[in-house]
């Protein structure tokens, strides 16, 4: 046989085998490439639960924030563009409590991806009130700012009810990925440590002080429980954008001057103005009092330290 000939057979038995280990090579790498892809693709309606999911999730879920930075999310409602996005996910984080008004209308669009309603398992229990220790003229303003509405959705400012959201983000995780459910369950467990450790530090640190404090809008009603706290409120209502009335104002100044209170608290994304016009009326002064609704520098931890140290000035 032709010497060349020889080679070129050779050639072809040693090339084929090769071309087609290469082949599968790439293939294979191409499907591992998909697999590490396939995150879980998450939608959290606002700030607190975006952390919260991004905490839990880590890189086995790309974490996306539906409502803008500095948007107030009580009246915030989807654009086509982000329905269109929300229907491509596998799940969508949402508060509850009435909180999201947008959500009925995904049922309606056959959304396809499970809804994670974090306030499951949360228990809310109207406290008793106690009118008669006022007269009449405080227990108008007391009834005005102190009663739960049935709809008031701000139960992440307890830590001890966001320790419930974050566990109900982690079974909702391991319900659309079982594989990794321990691993989304350690970084729940980790990080309600930290959440019992904030819980026990406010606790701590309120316990020997005042109660009376004036927020901007009715959002502590919920710690204010949970750490035997009496909150007023210039907007007494769960909405930040109410109407804001001289007779509002004339009462607020009336309860902080009789409850002897000298900070009256304004939050992120709302007209310092008005908390200050009732600081003047009682030689006081402004602080701030976040209700974490609206995107900012700082984590949910940060920020509510940051609420206790506020508190203690005032308080303590």
């Not at 939050?267 to 701030?288: M, Q």
């Not at 949910?300 to 000035?313: A, R, V, W």
């Amino acid at each position: 046989m032709n010497i060349q000939i020889k080679l070129a057979i050779i050639a072809i038995i040693v090339v084929i085998p090769l071309s087609s280990f290469a082949v599968y090579q790439t293939n294979s790498n191409q499907q591992i490439e998909i697999i590490n892809n396939s995150k879980l693709q998450v939608i959290s309606s606002f700030n607190p639960l975006h952390e919260f999911s991004q905490i839990v999730g880590q890189e086995r879920v790309d974490a996306t924030l539906l409502v803008p930075i500095g948007v107030e999310p009580h009246d915030w409602e989807p654009t086509i563009k982000d329905v269109q996005q929300l229907q491509k996910s596998d799940l969508i984080i949402i508060n509850g409590m009435g909180f999201e008004n947008w959500v009925d209308n995904l049922d309606e669009n056959n959304y396809q991806g499970m809804i994670v309603d974090t306030s499951v398992g949360i228990i809310i229990t109207k406290p008793e009130q106690h009118d008669e220790q006022h007269d009449e003229q405080h227990d108008e303003q007391h009834d005005e700012q102190h009663s739960h509405e049935s709809g008031d959705p701000h139960i992440w400012l307890n830590p001890l009810y966001a320790k419930i959201q974050v566990e109900n983000i982690a079974q909702g995780f391991s319900n659309s990925d079982p594989q990794n459910e321990q691993f989304y369950h350690t970084n729940a467990a980790k990080y309600i440590e930290k959440l019992d450790l904030l819980d026990l530090k406010i606790r701590n640190e309120l316990s020997n002080c005042s109660s009376d404090f004036i927020a901007f809008h009715d959002s502590f009603s919920y710690f204010a429980d949970e750490y035997d706290l009496n909150q007023h409120s210039i907007i007494p209502s769960n909405d930040p954008h109410g109407e804001v009335t001289a007779k509002t104002l004339e009462n607020v100044i009336f309860t902080a001057k009789k409850l002897n209170i000298k900070v009256i608290f304004s939050e992120e994304n709302a007209s310092i103005r008005t908390s200050e016009i009732i600081a003047n009326e009682i030689d006081g002064k402004v602080l701030s009092l976040s209700p974490l609704e609206v995107v900012s520098d700082g984590t949910y931890i940060s920020k509510m330290t940051q609420n206790l140290e506020n508190l203690k000035e005032a308080l303590c």
